[in-house]
């Protein structure tokens, strides 16, 4: 790595080595490319360190507990005692090595790749200013600066020490009671994690259900999960001020009323990073909401973009395809443009619940002629069988006897999404569909029950 000040030239610089950026630049860089990637915290960025895996970690953990409850009645007894110690220990050595990206730098490198340090920004479209020095890059540079959390403007919540998901994630204990704003997927998949700890948790959600994006059945089935969990819920609650008095937040609420809890988990949304990055130097709009790009993650001549930063999902498997298609274009390696009608999306609370293309409603405000079928899972044999934890739907969107959207909620309802996702991505007719054979007794055999449902053409 040249020293602090230096002025270098690659072929591609990469801004960002969360898991977009890291995946574009190590393509490249394996194929032969001078490749500089910059990074202000952690190669890896949030998924790694506090997002997708350390939440995952605390859920896995949580759902053995909740497993192990549903034991008696079904095959015996247990005694269940919750310690969270070896959850924030795997957190820590396991998922994050203590939250260093040695490992990470060492597999950038490993493939020829070059590592900075530091907070890039661009000034010009091709010259890229960190650390001090500049990197000029002759093919082009890969924006990938992803997303932070968005916090509403509640006032006396600037002042107070409130979690976000980075702190939730980190904690070395479960709060004996913890306060969510925001119910949407970080908000009830921790909400959920920490109740089986035994935190006492309160959601507090300002729209009119959890999980706004979602079909309104599976946001039902969320709340109904979560109720079984000892969490209040508060719906359609508008926060009006925050405090923070002797070791607890105070939240009033519109109309009366307030809120106490020793923790308050901020789970309002999360905002792509545009600021501080020079893109006025490059002809790019700073103000944007997202950076716009087409379907070859070109946001202009010689710049691509890739990840949260883009504003399509929000999710590391985008983030990854995108850095896929960028890698290609920028090799030259023709590739079709991106394809966001099967983005597939999983909440992993218990139930899960996976969902893939257009709920009914948005396909609907597509103008597109929708049908729906529905089946619930403890209505099928295997539903049935499994008995302790059992509910989860299939619900199918479909225009022009085609599936365009589907939601898989219950047990493994993410793993059950797949024949789903693959159905709508090849856009499988719905007769091909009903003529498939579905193995018995499955979860995902409900689809079959939920074609069944599908209400005939025109009624
Ligand atoms: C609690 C939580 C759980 C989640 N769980 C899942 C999940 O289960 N599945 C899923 O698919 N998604 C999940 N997500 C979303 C997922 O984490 C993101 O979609 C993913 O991390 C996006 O990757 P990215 O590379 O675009 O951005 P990031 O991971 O945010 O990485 C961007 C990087 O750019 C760096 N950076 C920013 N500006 C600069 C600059 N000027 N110079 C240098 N570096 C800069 C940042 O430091 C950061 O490391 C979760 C998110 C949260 C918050
Ligand atoms: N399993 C996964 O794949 C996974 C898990 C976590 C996060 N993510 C990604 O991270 C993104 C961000 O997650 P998120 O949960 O922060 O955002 P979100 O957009 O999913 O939900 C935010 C929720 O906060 C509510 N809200 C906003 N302002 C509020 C206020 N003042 N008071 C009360 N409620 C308020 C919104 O109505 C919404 O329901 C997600 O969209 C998702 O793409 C993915």
Redo the contacts with the bound molecule.
């Keep these: 790595m040249p020293a602090s000040g230096a002025s270098q030239s690659a072929d591609v610089v990469v801004?960002?080595?969360?898991?977009?950026?890291e995946h574009v630049a190590g393509r490249l860089a394996e194929a032969g490319l001078e490749v500089v990637g910059?990074?202000?915290?952690?190669v890896g960025?949030?998924?790694p360190y506090w997002?997708?895996i350390p939440?995952?970690m605390m859920i896995r953990a949580g759902n053995l507990l909740a497993e192990a409850r549903r034991v008696p009645g079904m095959a015996g007894r247990t005694e269940v005692a919750a310690e969270f110690g070896p959850v924030a220990a795997r957190i820590r050595d396991e998922a994050t090595d203590d939250w260093d990206d040695r490992a990470a730098v060492d597999r950038f490198t490993g493939k020829g790749g070059r590592f900075v340090r530091?907070?890039?920004?661009l000034t010009s479209r091709n010259t890229v200013e960190v650390d001090g020095g500049t990197v000029t890059a002759r093919r082009g540079v890969v924006l990938?600066?992803?997303?932070r959390p968005q916090t509403p403007p509640v006032p006396g919540l600037d002042d107070v020490p409130y979690w976000t998901?980075r702190d939730a994630v980190a904690a070395t204990e479960a709060p004996a009671s913890l306060l969510v704003l925001g119910g949407g997927t970080?908000g009830v998949e921790l909400a959920q994690a920490f109740a089986r700890f035994g935190s006492a948790v309160t959601v507090v959600e300002a729209g009119d259900r959890l999980l706004s994006r979602e079909e309104p059945e599976a946001s039902a089935l969320v709340a109904e999960a979560l109720a079984g969990d000892g969490i209040a819920v508060r719906t359609g609650a508008r926060v009006t001020g925050v405090r923070h008095e002797a070791d607890a937040f105070r939240l009033t609420l519109e109309g009366g009323g307030e809120l106490s809890g020793h923790r308050l988990l901020v789970a309002t949304g999360?905002r792509p990073?545009l600021t501080?990055?020079g893109l006025e130097n490059a002809g790019l709009d700073p103000e944007a909401r997202a950076l716009e790009v087409d379907g070859r993650m070109r946001a202009a001549d010689g710049i691509w973009a890739?990840?949260?930063?883009t504003g399509r999902g929000?999710?590391?498997?985008?983030?990854m395809y995108q850095g896929e298609l960028a890698a290609r274009y920028i090799l030259g390696d023709p590739a079709p443009d991106a394809d966001y009608r099967a983005l597939p999306r999983v909440t992993?609370t218990d139930p899960e619940i996976g969902s893939v293309g257009l709920t009914e409603s948005a396909a609907r405000e597509h103008g597109l002629d929708v049908r729906t079928g529905l089946a619930r899972i403890p209505a099928s044999s295997r539903g049935w069988i499994h008995k302790a934890g059992n509910e989860g739907l299939i619900k199918l969107v479909v225009a022009d006897d085609t599936l365009v959207g589907a939601t898989s909620a219950g047990p493994m309802g993410g793993e059950v999404l797949y024949g789903l996702s693959v159905a709508v991505h090849a856009e499988v007719p719905i007769p091909r569909l009903r003529h498939m054979m579905f193995a018995y007794p499955t979860f995902h055999r409900t689809v079959e029950d939920a074609l069944r449902d599908l209400k005939p053409r025109g009624s």
């Design positions: 801004i960002g080595m969360g898991v977009g950026g910059i990074e202000a915290e952690l960025g949030e998924c997002a997708c939440s995952k530091g907070r890039a920004r990938a600066t992803g997303s998901n970080v999360r990073v501080g990055l890739v990840g949260d930063v929000l999710f590391t498997h985008v983030a992993f």
